[in-house]
């Protein structure tokens, strides 16, 4: 008996030393899958069933593969020369290039990019095959070649159902032949051409089978179809296959991942061993009977229930928390962060915020920047990094400041206007002989295109002229509107929503974070586009993270999968978020945005907060949230109702300092003059809606935010500075 057995359970003790063949295990968050998964792989090294090489083991992540291959060397006490330990897509771009002999590209091959992909679609659509690119939209174009190829279908086989099919399939055809001319391959296509590679050339596969003795798959409800026939061909010979997974996690169909593999494995290895796991190692009871509670809120029968028994007892409460915006809910996540770090001495590498998406990072960037709390982002751009939001800030810097050249360089052909390199290179002449900036020289072209005509080509002026006109427009109104409506506006000329937002997830998500952006600048109406573009300019300058310092993670509840941390945020939980808006009226999106949830929830060891906003941000105020529908099961004493309790009212968390001693506290954000104090139940006036009383008073981020219930019959939440005192 090698010593480490004794750190597993019977039942994963049974998975791990399960007879070689085919074993399925599939057991709840917590269990030890991934753990199973990995002592596996010791084992069958150590009994001497394989060599290292004889191993193939997927996980989700790179990361996951990296932490993996760590914990085998600890436990072996060797150093592991030959496991493969990677991610499905990574195992096949080393199978491409070893056998690039028999496949039509060479070794040498380049893995497209998402730009390189769009750039190519483009051309095709627009200049090979002549199309109308509102009908044969890019991205949608892009998504639906990119369903295919997941489903392992190439171009000869894509669905024609309509003329569109037909076309698209045209498209498809096309694509793939201009990424082998110039030795591409996209993302997908490491899968589909590794599966044919297996398909076309037994005797290439037969090596394979051979090689790869012992295949093992992590998160196995998470594989789509064409990673299910890689496992099939790869298994079919030696039939060792080890694979786990939770159907309950799953939470990628949008991405082609299909659950059923896991039903489709016991149908096509109905020798399987299968293991169940019943413990959870991860998660109090209190955490655990929360996450059933949102899964199985319809499922009343017990045996229907997959129970989470925790190994660890109760622990503290889960804390279900009512804030009034999401500003405010930032300040929760801070200063809870430093009270635990403080108080309980928990390490914020063991912290973790969670949302649904990426545009929610923003608000909690800001007030983790403004206390000090070291952070990182997982799996994402910063916000301020993120290509659209640099797109719509340099617009807005150009406006201000027609002489900014970087910006001007970074937008003047966004979205393509046919202003490319030679044209720049004629206005940067014909700016040098005016003696103006680029910038500048293109307000001239605007008031005089006369004195322009002998200068450029017909061609260059017209693309430069369009430009131009919009410039100049923005630049005289910089002063007359407000930051919000001059993006507004822009967004407006410039055609940027649909530019970004192609009805795919991808650019649905790109033009939230604008939105976002002209959350952010609905704040500055007072101060001004200078002030705006001064704040956006220090938050996104600041780098929070030095080398190996640890610090809070924020991340999307998709990216966690897998994870663990001691505590837990899960932030936005209303309507519209989780579940997302666009999940509401498909009944099977809705149960995987409840699975999300599950997911999010059974990341957290020790604590978990669930936060809801009362208000969230939208165009011209605020508007009221309703809570997310997967909450409606969460009634105390299953939760800590935290909402109900009085809270200590603006009370913000103070700078955080990572060194022992804290002497000074000093304030970061400046002070704003104070305004006349309203209390609820005070009587007063607004300009547009007329009188009212006071119902609550908040302050957020500088500002006090005030609801009055008018007398016609409106509430509002509104800034004090817009009310008079009756
Ligand atoms: P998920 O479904 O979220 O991926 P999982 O089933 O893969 O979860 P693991 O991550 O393997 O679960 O295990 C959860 C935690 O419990 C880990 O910290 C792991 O080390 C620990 N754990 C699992 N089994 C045991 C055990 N027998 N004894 C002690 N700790 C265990
Ligand atoms: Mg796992």
Known sequence: MHPWLLELNPQQQAAVTARPGPVLVMAGPGSGKTRVLTYRVAWLLAENHAQPWNILAVTFTNKAAREMAERLEVLLGTRLRGLTVSTFHAFCARTLRREAQFLPFSSAFVIADEDDQRRLLKQIIRGDLNLDEK???????????????????????????????????????RYQQRLLEANLLDFDDLLLWTVRLFQEHPQVLARYQDLFRHLLVDEFQDTNGIQYQLVRLLAEQHRQVFVVGDMDQSIYRWRGADYRNLMRFERDFPDAQVVLLEENYRSTQNILDVAMAVLYHRRRRAAHRKQLRARRGSGPPVVLQQVFNEQAEAEFVARIAVDLARRAGIPLGDMAVMYRTNAQSRVLEEELLRVGLPYHLVGAQRFYGRREVRDVVAFLRLAFNPDDLASLERVINVPPRGIGARTLQALYRRAEALGLSPGRALLHLAEQPEDWTPHL?????????????????????????????????????????????????????????????????????????????????????????????????????????????????????????????????????????????????????????????????AYGGLDFAEPSRFLAPLKPPLVHDGSTQKQPRAKRAERYDARPHRGNRREAAPRRPSMPRLRPGDRVVHARWGEGFVLQVERSHGDTLVQVAFDSGQVKVLLAEYLQKL
């Open 457 to 617: 080509s017909a061609r260059a002026l017209k693309a430069l002229y369009g430009f131009a006109q919009m410039l100049q427009a923005w630049h005289v109104r910089v002063a007359e509107l407000a930051p919000a409506q001059l993006l507004d506006r822009i967004v407006a000329d410039v055609g940027y929503e649909a530019y970004v937002r192609d009805g795919t997830d991808e650019g649905d998500e790109r033009w939230e974070n604008v939105k976002e952006l002209r959350r952010l600048a609905t704040e500055f109406e007072q101060q001004g586009l200078a002030a705006f573009l001064e704040r956006v300019a220090l938050v996104a300058d600041q780098d929070t993270l030095a080398p190996g310092e640890e610090g809070l993670t924020l991340l999307t509840i998709h990216a966690a999968k897998g994870l663990e941390f001691r505590v837990v945020f899960l932030v936005g939980l209303v309507e519209g978020l989780l579940p997302h808006s666009r999940s509401v009226d498909d009944p099977e999106a809705l149960e995987e945005e409840r699975r999300l949830l599950y997911v999010g929830i059974t990341r957290a060891k020790d604590y978990l907060f669930l936060l809801v906003p009362q208000y969230r941000m």
């Open 135 to 173: 009908s044969y939209n890019v991205h949608r174009v892009k998504a639906a070649i990119s369903r295919a190829k997941n489903e392992g279908l190439g171009p000869e086989a894509f669905p024609r159902r309509t003329y569109r099919d037909e076309v698209v399939a045209k498209i498809y055809a």
